[in-house]
């Protein structure tokens, strides 16, 4: 059986590489003050087809179920998380500051950076409008990229702002109507050679030149942005952005300040993106409750190709993984007769809380300590003839002494901290 294409087995290494970041994900939004939450896997197509826009839709793994109800596995987080606030919303005092690291489905063609499974980190900030919330959540972004190692000439984070062009196509004469149409020529301004963009520009009376005329000079459209440089300038993380109109983020449901997450080299996809979603949970739900908020997700694909590019994110990947070893302590049964007493030993070493394991099968010594030194143990407990006292070796410095049983837990502590 071959595994299903943009899908992953995540083997033991695999596995750590992918806990590494789901830790450092977690780790850096508890320290702004940010708690978890999450959302079912499956959630009713509408929820999509309503509130994401077309082409999203278009990649959702979805199926009628048995209850002949037409479904579609997440293909991201914002709609649900949408859902859930404004079932609930009395319940949480405001600002809600959220974030969810869960698994999501898109059936689109796979390619370097793009699977069809991947996690995802989400930050939502919820009821509160002001560009000091917008800085908020970009100098978390900012903080959790730099968590990987990642630094200034690694990564910069492009702003802009929906609204300033919507202002700019409305005093053009471009209908209300025909917004989300215009922006999508704008999302695809640099990936869209410029003969393909003028003639999708003609059909709302605009040119190129138009739109290159706005880009180098804004003016007053995008002074929102400045403020939030200001916050993020008195925290010394403002070399970290830049403005860039040329972002506009293809999801429908976003309304004002909008940013993406490149890497310096632009040898990878986006990293990460977001912005506001002011009229979303007003949509959700149904005009009866009006809520502004703001978010981003980062996926885990992108970004572990980036680490495993970046010698310095890299090694301190691999640092944490190497720590992720299967045990502590490994206990050798040097006398066969004594394994009544190991296993007492060894049951109480883990619920001491140290990660301990040991021979299922009679095995000589030698062939012992190779498996303690293959499962990455720190400390081998030695039990035979001379019980009740037991040998207490350091596997990496080759030191060993010999202790009563009643004085290992005592022993163990101060030589596991020092490892």
Partial sequence: MQLLPGFRDFFPEDCAQRNYILATWREVARRYGFVEYDGPVLEPIELYRKKSGGELVGQLFDFVDKGERHVAMRPEMTPTLARMVAARERDFKKPLKWFCVPQ???????QRGRLREFYQLNCDLIGEASASADAELLALLIDMLRAFGLSQQDF???VSDRNAWCQF?????????????????IDKWERASREESGRRLAEFGLTPEDIEQFLASPGPEADHLKSLAADLKA????????????????????????FEV???????RALAGGGRYDRLIELMSDGKLSLPALGFGMGDVVL?????????AKS??????????AADVFVVLADENRRPEALGILQTLREAGYRTDYALAPAKVGKQFQQAEHRGATLAVVIGQEWPAVKLKHLARREESTIDQTELLTALSPLLAKS
Avoid: M
């Fill in 104 to 110: 999501f489905f898109r059936y689109e063609k796979q």
């Fill in 156 to 158: 910069v984070v492009r």
């Fill in 169 to 185: 196509a409305l005093n053009r004469g471009v209908s209300e109507e025909r917004l989300l149409d215009f922006l999508a020529v």
């Fill in 235 to 258: 925290r010394g993380l403002d070399g970290y952005i830049e403005l860039d109109l040329t972002i506009v983020r293809g999801l429908a449901y976003y309304t004002g300040f909008v």
């Fill in 262 to 268: 490149f890497d310096r080299a632009k040898s990878e």
């Fill in 304 to 312: 572990a190709n980036l680490i495993q590019d970046i010698p310095a």
């Fill in 316 to 325: 301190l990947r691999d640092q944490w993984v190497a720590q992720q070893h």
